[in-house]
């Protein structure tokens, strides 16, 4: 999963739902059509390719995240992972 920050859109004021829908319209023209969850500044993608959202203008940072259960023990075996996965991807 990824996770979306935008950056201008969060100044708008009334109308901002409706840019907030364009953004998303324009990442699902570059990505395909996945799943895409918005929450308070937040845009959550059920997708794994970062590439293409490089070149969508609106977004301020994204990230690879993790689901997980509000575990402490569980956040930190998820947080190891992921980790472990970069480091790899990393050393070649």
Known sequence: MLLARYS?????????GFFEKKLIENIKN???????????GSILLHANNVEPLKEVFGIGWFAKVNECKL???EIKQSALQMLKKRS?????
Do not use: A, F
């Open 8 to 16: 201008e859109i969060g100044l708008k004021g009334k109308n901002r």
């Open 88 to 92: 790899r991807s990393h050393l070649g």
């Open 71 to 73: 575990d402490l023990e």
């Open 30 to 40: 570059k990505i395909g059509n996945v799943k895409i969850e918005r929450d308070s």
